[in-house]
């Protein structure tokens, strides 16, 4: 029997779950071709992400160097699955090729080529479900010409799709949504009219974009830790993936989050495409000030990017208690049949239970939360005479006036001296605008434990980053002392720790 590659591409169709029935149809029409099936080649437009399990999408024109079946170096649109079936017909692993439709196959005529000349070189013999594609052991003249014929106009017709998609999303921006997979944070509005489209806020969703805007911005905890603690609750993403730092750092920086939509315009003056941020026709989960000052710490470039977990604390007081011997800092240790302890980072002058030490520090932490005067305890303190929504309204107003005012200059309507001056009073406006949103918006360091809900309770809802920067903020130092005669199980006061200033 002729050994036979089935070739499946997934494009649109972005989940695995989209291959039902497809598999089967080609196996049956192989079935009645008297064909034997070699191997399942599933080409799926997603491509791996950062090692984390995520997937990003695969660019139809980006090309690397490639080895044609003529024996050329050439440049290629990467396919892997594509090129492995090249390289089962010149191997002689397989003497046919039954994909669903030619334009499946064929993505540019330089692909139609190369198959071309592989089926040529080698008598084999290529079909299609639809008819659109057969090339008869090693293709007649005739059945080569129509494949060629085929692959340009599919190829015409996917550019000319492209560019209609392209130059709408540009003329529809900030008016309607543009679809493809949802921002995490939004859903789209299905009510919504044509041209209209519009997202609505997903309130679970929101609460983690906004807590982790809050992790970042007020309590300065890592990117890491925050996509870990996501994963240990089970929190999930629009793609069902594990939750990573880049999963996570992307999600923060769309500019949906912010109610902003991204659209293209040209520059009066060079002609050049500048890409520009609009007002979105949906609501923003976080203010637009708030995201830009997010986006500035996420993309700043002496931030830390490095992926790996190593470093990311996983104990309450790790790298913030002190040895009480020395002084030096401490670090957990531990192993398959050992159990984890605090030691000292450089000195091994002391050795306690990690557990143990935690459970009392949070213990400690929890009753100080749950005393009377708890509920005023480092509270910000109130800024009257500040409405920072109805500043942060004006500030989204002159962002406009300045891009107003560059058009105004380009068309000739307003000179130099003028613009020059109209864009100062924007920023000496803005400015004080910001020097005012600083002061209103300073962060309450223990915000969740306001609403009367039992200390213990809150504590227990709290990932580890955030506990610890609980810790930090309530206590000064913690200092760790040798035990005293083993087996006496541990000893509170071994652990000595003193309250910050104010608590």
């Excluded at 994909?99 to 592989?118: F, S, T, Y």
């Excluded at 594609?133 to 492209?162: C, V």
């Excluded at 315009?265 to 002609?271: I, L």
């Excluded at 130092?477 to 087996?487: C, H, T």
Aim: hydrophobic share 40%.
């Amino acid at each position: 029997m002729t050994a036979a590659d089935l070739y499946l591409r997934l494009s649109d169709a972005r989940l695995e779950e989209a291959l039902d029935g497809r598999e089967a149809k080609l196996r049956a029409r192989a079935g009645e071709l008297g064909w034997a099936v070699n191997e399942v080649i599933i080409e799926n437009d997603l491509m791996p992400g950062n090692g984390d399990g995520t997937l990003r999408p695969a660019s139809a024109w980006k090309r690397k160097k490639i080895t044609t079946p003529s024996g050329r170096v050439e440049l290629r649109t990467v396919r892997p699955g594509f090129r492995r079936v090249l390289d089962n017909l010149m191997a002689g692993r397989s003497r046919a090729v039954l994909a669903e439709d030619l334009d499946r196959v064929l993505r540019q005529p330089r692909d139609g080529e190369d198959l071309i000349d592989a089926v040529e070189m080698t008598g084999a013999t290529c079909k299609s479900l639809s008819g659109s594609l057969t090339l008869t052991e090693g293709g007649t003249n005739d059945e080569r010409y129509i494949a060629r014929i085929m692959a340009a106009t599919a190829s015409k017709s996917s550019a000319d799709t492209s560019r209609r998609v392209a130059a709408a999303r540009e003329r529809l921006a900030g008016k309607s949504y543009g679809g493809g997979r949802r921002p995490f944070g939004y859903r789209p509005d299905p009510g919504a009219p044509k041209y209209r489209k519009t997202l609505i806020v997903v309130p679970a969703e929101a609460a983690v974009i906004e807590a982790a805007a809050g992790d970042i911005l007020d309590r300065k905890i890592s990117l890491k830790a925050i996509a870990r603690d996501l994963r240990e609750r089970g929190e999930p993403t629009v793609t069902g993936t594990r939750w990573s730092a880049e999963t996570l750092r992307a999600v923060l920086l769309k500019p949906a989050v912010a109610g902003l939509a991204v659209a293209g315009e040209r520059d009066a003056g060079t002609g050049r495409r500048l890409q520009v941020l609009k007002d979105a026709p949906w609501e923003p989960i976080l203010e637009r000030d708030r995201w830009e000052r997010l986006r500035d710490v996420l993309t700043d470039p002496g931030r830390r990017t490095n992926t790996g977990n190593g470093n990311e604390p996983r104990w309450l007081v790790s790298g913030f208690a002190v040895c009480g011997v020395c002084g030096g800092r401490t670090r957990v240790a531990g192993g398959r049949n050992r159990a984890a302890a605090y030691i000292g980072a450089g000195c091994c002058h002391v050795r306690r239970t990690a557990r143990a030490v935690d459970d009392y520090i949070a213990g400690e932490v929890t009753g100080r939360l749950s005393e009377p005067d708890a509920v005023g305890l480092l509270r910000p303190a109130p800024r009257p005479g500040i409405d920072a929504r109805r500043l942060r309204a004006e500030a989204r107003k002159l962002r406009g006036r300045k891009t107003a005012q560059m058009r105004l200059h380009a068309a000739g309507d307003i000179d130099d001296a003028d613009l020059a001056a109209g864009m100062r009073a924007i920023r000496d406006r803005l400015a004080a605008i910001e020097s005012q949103l600083a002061a209103s918006d300073e962060a309450d360091p223990l915000a969740e434990f306001r609403d009367g809900r039992p200390a213990g309770a809150v504590w227990a809802e709290l990932g580890i980053a955030r506990r610890r920067a609980v810790v930090q903020t309530l206590i000064g130092a913690v200092v760790i002392k040798p035990a005293g005669r083993r087996g006496q199980g541990f000893d509170p006061a071994t652990v000595f720790y003193v309250w910050a200033e104010g608590v």
